[in-house]
């Protein structure tokens, strides 16, 4: 089943429902910046985002810096941002 990019109007509404949360690449994915006290605070959290990437079968691109992880969320099957991205990020919040 093919996935749809969101409309821009889309992205949108969607985007104010997560909490600091940023367009990134023109509009093509979401961005946060997450920080942690340490760095195992920050592996801990990217350990709990891996399965839940597993078990949605939908991966972030992402960087860890010691107490900073940073996570794009785009649909490279889509062309750009997706319901799965939004999806992706609120269970990321739920965290």
Same mark, same amino acid.
């Given at each position: +089943?093919?996935?749809?990019?969101?409309?821009? =109007?889309?992205a949108?509404?969607?985007?104010?429902? $997560?909490? %600091? *949360?940023d #367009?990134?690449? @023109? %509009?093509? !994915?979401?961005?946060?910046?997450?920080? #942690?006290?340490? #760095?195992?605070?920050? *592996? %801990?959290? +990217?350990?709990?985002?891996?399965?839940?990437a597993?078990?949605?079968?939908h991966?972030?691109? *992402?960087? @860890?810096?010691?107490n &900073?992880?940073?996570?794009? $969320? &785009?649909?490279?099957? !889509?062309? %750009? $941002? =997706?319901?799965?991205d939004?999806?992706m990020?609120?269970?990321?919040?739920?965290?």
């Amino acid at each position: +089943m093919a996935v749809e990019k969101l409309t821009r =109007s889309e992205a949108e509404s969607a985007l104010v429902e $997560l909490d %600091g *949360w940023d #367009f990134a690449r @023109n %509009g093509d !994915a979401i961005r946060k910046v997450f920080k #942690f006290s340490d #760095f195992s605070a920050a *592996w %801990g959290f +990217m350990n709990r985002v891996a399965l839940i990437a597993e078990k949605q079968d939908h991966h972030p691109e *992402w960087s @860890n810096v010691y107490n &900073t992880v940073d996570i794009t $969320l &785009t649909t490279h099957d !889509a062309g %750009g $941002l =997706s319901q799965r991205d939004v999806k992706m990020a609120k269970a990321i919040e739920a965290l």
